[in-house]
Every structure is written in structure tokens, then in C-alpha cells.
């Protein structure tokens, strides 16, 4: 787990503490909501950034294998005029490639950018709801004639200003992920051009089409934010004494194609009253694509987690708040029941228990077989929460190539190596 990874325990401490705000200051209920609005996944876009990362990384060998072929044939071997157009074309092969490996690490940054955003609002989240909850303390003690009662008045005050900046704070998160996200879009608009001047003559036309598959997932995930703000709005004063006016938390909904065409199109919700004692998470997808005009099914998958979490005073320890689910997915890329190729199935089950909405733990089994080539997976995890977030824990992963052939490797994450050594983990 690297640093980026404690925006969400982060997130769910404000949250928490800022629920006890509201009962007395009516403002730190649009406070409470905007925090719902502006909760991300730090974590997940930091992968996806190493992700391109690799892939920048892999172009540069290509080119440095491209360029080293052609030194080793000998100019005294191959000195015709068909050598030097052949080295021209390597040239204009690797600028184009360069132009890649650039924009991979335009997207890197840019996806960097965004985990850190999230991360620093997560922490101006918490520093905002602690001073909310301080706050809180002085209205209730105004109220009791602890301390003067003027000082009731300010804290209102003072609570009010707090909205205000948290409206900035929200707007200022909110433009820097549209300003990453567009230059995510003009480089990759500059880098089709460029590479269509260095003959890549597909490369506007494969730029358009990915804009025309990236709108659907882009209109699916605007659909989704809309419902989600509207849900949190609706809910925003839900707390213990109140649970809400509808028993839904949040939806989730994907469309996503994959290098190879294939869809993944889905749905989800999280399903129970805000701060209730039962909720349930469940979802499903189906995976499709077209081979030569046709429609081909290439398989389907569901999940689904419960969630009990007792009610009223904070539990003893032993009766926290506990949770369990499973999940299945089977891919099949030439189509379900069609092809000379066999699918690949996954499979998970997973636990957690959490003391009073703080401190706990999670298990999670997670297993993936390949009936193509007979290789497999299996995994397992287990570590400490808090506030919904990670905090430590032990990973394990086994493979077997189907060969005989087979490895495992292990990761210990705490959060204090993990700020000392750049968020890799211990491996073992």
C-alpha cells in the first residue's frame, strides 16, 4: 500500500466526524455531502499510472531492439540505396513509437496528478470535519451554559465559513481533475496528428474511433455520478437517529472495451439505509463483441457482499460491524461455445469485520483458471482497516503455468515502509 492508498480511510474519518457535526450545525450537512461527492480511489489510479508507466518503458525497448537490428547488419554487407530507404523507415517507425511512449507518460502523469489531488483533499477533509466537530463541542457547550452564549453564535459562524471553503475546495478538486483529464485528450489528439505526419496513415482515423468508444463509457460514467449526487444530496443528513429518505447508498455502472473490442457493459448498487444496520452490495455484467458484423457473447459475471453493522452506541469488541461476499466472472474471447479457444474463470470470496466503524480487518481468496493453456492463479490477502481503509497486511500469490512450472511471491505492506520506500511493499 503506498501513501496514495490513505485517501479512503482518510475520507471515511472526515465522514464519520463530520456526521456528529450535523446534529448541531445545520451547515456541516452540505459539508458532509460535498465530501461524499469528492470521494475517489487514489490507489487505483496510481496503479493504472504504473501501469503506463510499464508500458512506456516496454515501447523503449522495442525502439532500442528496432534501432539495434538495423546496426548490426554491416554497412561493407548492405550498402544499396535500398539500405538507406530501409533506415529511413525505421527512423520514421521509432519517431512514431516515440510519440507513444511520450503520450504514455503524459497519461502517467496525468493519472499521478489526479491520486494526488484526491489524497490532499482526503486530508484537508479530515482537518476540516475535526475542526467541524470542535465546533460542534462549543455550540453544545454554549448551549449548556459551560461557556458564554455568544459563543454558540460564532460557532454557527464559524460552521458556515467552513461550507464556504469546503465549496472551494470541492470546485478547486474538481477543475484540476478536468484540467488533467483534457490534457489526457489534446495529447492524444497531438500525437495522432504527428503520427500521421511520419506515415501512419490510420492513426486520425483510429484517434476518432477511440473518441467515439470512450463517449460511451464516458456518457455511462457521467449517468452514474448524476445518480450518485443525487443520492448523496437526498440522504445528506442521514445519521444515526435518521436513516435517510431512500434505501439506496450508490449505483455503479460500467461500459468499458478492452484492446481487443470486447465490451464489458454492467451494473451495481449498494443497497440499504445510510448508517443502517443492514446493507448489500450486488452487481453483474456481461461481456460481448462483433467478429465480422456479428454479435458474439464472450461471457458474464456477478458479485454481491453483505454488510450487517449494529446500530445506536458503539459496539463492544467482538460485535463490530462484519461482512461477507463472493464473486465469478468466466471470459471467453472468441465467444462463448464458439472457436477453437477455451475461457478463463475467476472466483473470490471475501470477509471483514470492523470495530465501531474504525479499526478492523479483511480477508480476501481470490482464484483464476485458464482452460486455454491449463494455467492457474490463486491468491489470498488479509491486513487491517481503518476507517474503511487499509492500513497493513500480507499478500500472497501462487501460479502454476500448467507445465509443472510454478512460482509464489508474497508482499507485507505497513504504512510506514511504504512512505520510506516509495509504496512497493516488502516482497518475499
Not at 510519440?99 to 496525468?110: T, W
Not at 484540476?176 to 483534457?182: K, M
Not at 492457474?376 to 500472497?396: E, F, I, L, M
Request: with cysteine; aromatic share 8%.
Amino acid at each position: 500500500m503506498s501513501l496514495y492508498g490513505n485517501d479512503k480511510m482518510l475520507m471515511g474519518l472526515a465522514k464519520t466526524t463530520v456526521t456528529g457535526a450535523m446534529v448541531v450545525l445545520p451547515p456541516a450537512w452540505i459539508v458532509n455531502f460535498l465530501f461524499k461527492l469528492s470521494e475517489g480511489d487514489a490507489a487505483k489510479l496510481e496503479k493504472a499510472a504504473k501501469a503506463w508507466e510499464k508500458t512506456a518503458k516496454e515501447i523503449d525497448g522495442i525502439i532500442a531492439s528496432i534501432r539495434d537490428t538495423g546496426r548490426k547488419l554491416a554497412q561493407q554487407d548492405w550498402n544499396a540505396e535500398s539500405r538507406r530507404m530501409f533506415e529511413q523507415k525505421v527512423d520514421a517507425m521509432c519517431a512514431q513509437l516515440e510519440q507513444s511512449r511520450a503520450f504514455c507518460e503524459v497519461v502517467k502523469n496525468a493519472l499521478l496528478v489526479c491520486a494526488a489531488a484526491l489524497l490532499a483533499y482526503a486530508v484537508f477533509a479530515v482537518a476540516m470535519a475535526f475542526y467541524l466537530a470542535a465546533q460542534a463541542a462549543i455550540f453544545v457547550a454554549a448551549v449548556a451554559g459551560v461557556v458564554t452564549a455568544p459563543a454558540a453564535g460564532a460557532a454557527i459562524t464559524a460552521s458556515s465559513v467552513c461550507m464556504k471553503i469546503t465549496y472551494a475546495a470541492t470546485a478547486a478538486l474538481g477543475a484540476t481533475l478536468s484540467i488533467a483529464g483534457s490534457i489526457f485528450a489534446i495529447h492524444a489528439n497531438v500525437t495522432a496528428n504527428r503520427q500521421a505526419e511520419r506515415g501512419n496513415t490510420e492513426a486520425r482515423a483510429d484517434f476518432k474511433q477511440a473518441m467515439v468508444n470512450g463517449s460511451a463509457t464516458a456518457l455511462t460514467n457521467l449517468a452514474q455520478n448524476a445518480a450518485n449526487t443525487g443520492l448523496a444530496f437526498v440522504n445528506r443528513m442521514a445519521n444515526e437517529k435518521n436513516p435517510g429518505i431512500i434505501p439506496v447508498q450508490k449505483i455503479d455502472l460500467d461500459a468499458d472495451r478492452n484492446k481487443d473490442g470486447m465490451w464489458t457493459v454492467g451494473n451495481g448498487a449498494t443497497i440499504g439505509w445510510p448508517n443502517g444496520v443492514h446493507s448489500v452490495e450486488v452487481g453483474a455484467n456481461v461481456k460481448f463483441s462483433r467478429n465480422d458484423g456479428d454479435f458474439q457473447f464472450n461471457g458474464f459475471g456477478a458479485e454481491g457482499k453483505y454488510t450487517n453493522s449494529p446500530a445506536g452506541a458503539a459496539p463492544a469488541l467482538g460485535t463490530g460491524a462484519w461482512s461477507g461476499g463472493g464473486k465469478f466472472d468466466y471470459t471467453d474471447e472468441d465467444g462463448m461455445f464458439e472457436g477453437p479457444k477455451s475461457g478463463e474463470l475467476g472466483v473470490g470470496v471475501n470477509g471483514g469485520w470492523e470495530h465501531s466503524s474504525t479499526a478492523g480487518g479483511k480477508v480476501e481468496l481470490e482464484g483464476k483458471k485458464n482452460f486455454e493453456d491449463g494455467s492457474w492463479k490463486a491468491s489470498g490477502s488479509a491486513g487491517g482497516t481503518y476507517q474503511g481503509g487499509d492500513v497493513a497486511g500480507y499478500k500472497g500469490e501462487y501460479e502454476n503455468n500448467g507445465k509443472g512450472q510454478d512460482q509464489y511471491k508474497g508482499t507485507f505492506n505497513n504504512p510506514i515502509y511504504d512512505l520510506l520506500h516509495g509504496g512497493e511493499g516488502q516482497q518475499q
